[in-house]
């Protein structure tokens, strides 16, 4: 067990040293993020109502869309370098492995969005109510976003065009994620109960977390066969 929870931190550890010695990329999410919330205000106007009134699936879209845009650096670079290779000889799970990358990801991605979120949601004038449980609800939907993606990305690995077919796979698995993250925002917005929905969201993650690591370590036995 101990050798299992040291190599499960080692690769975390390791992806995020990765990603820390290649600024760019671990910043173009979350600038990308930052630029499309900040880009309605001056589409739709100033009027504090109306972007108080689409700000919800404002930024749920832009966390969604964000979190897509880092999906195929989760395992390519490991690919490339037969790392991943490495992983699939390892006398661990590779599903454990596979939930450890998951988890260097969401902390790369994931949460700078879930802290930069509040800041944002000032700017599209999000009744302050509300970003309390916009923050829930990406703390619990965006790590759903990283477990599907993940397995995504394992089935599409080494294909050509593979970060369109990821999109084709994983978007319809999002809008759930996508509904009930952004209805739970609007319903705290306008006062309605919000408990529902994060519970939702909260079953999303308990059900990802449950069959998503496990798919995707099948997924990348299969690409790598």
């Known amino acids: 067990m101990s050798g299992l929870v040291s190599a499960t931190l080692s690769i975390v550890r ?5 990603a820390l010695r290649r600024a760019q990329d671990a910043l173009t999410p979350v600038i990308f993020f930052a630029i499309v919330v900040s880009l309605f205000p001056l ?5 504090p109502a109306t972007l108080a009134t689409i700000a919800p699936g404002v930024l749920w879209v832009a966390a969604l869309l964000s979190t897509m845009l880092s999906l195929p650096r989760m395992f390519s670079n490991d690919y490339a370098d037969g790392t991943l290779e490495q992983l699939l000889l390892a006398p661990h799970p590779l599903s454990v492995l596979v939930l450890a ?5 969401w902390l790369l991605t994931g949460l700078p969005l879930v802290l930069l979120s509040p800041l944002l949601a000032l700017q599209l004038q999000l009744p302050a109510d509300a970003i309390g449980t916009l923050t829930l609800s990406l703390l619990l939907g965006t790590p759903v976003l990283s477990l599907l993606g993940a397995t995504g990305v394992a089935l599409t690995l080494g294909l050509r065009g593979g970060g369109v077919l990821v999109s084709l796979l994983v978007l319809p698995l999002y809008t759930p ?3 009930f993250g952004a209805g739970s925002v609007a319903a705290a917005a306008t006062g309605l109960d919000t408990e529902a929905y994060l519970s939702l969201l909260g079953a999303f993650l308990v059900l990802a977390l449950s069959f998503a690591p496990w798919a995707t ?4 036995r299969t690409s790598l066969d």
């Open 14 to 18: 390791r992806d995020l040293t990765v």
């Open 43 to 47: 589409g739709v106007g100033p009027e």
């Open 101 to 105: 990358k998951v988890l260097a990801h």
């Open 177 to 179: 994620v996508l509904i």
């Open 217 to 220: 370590a099948a997924a990348l």
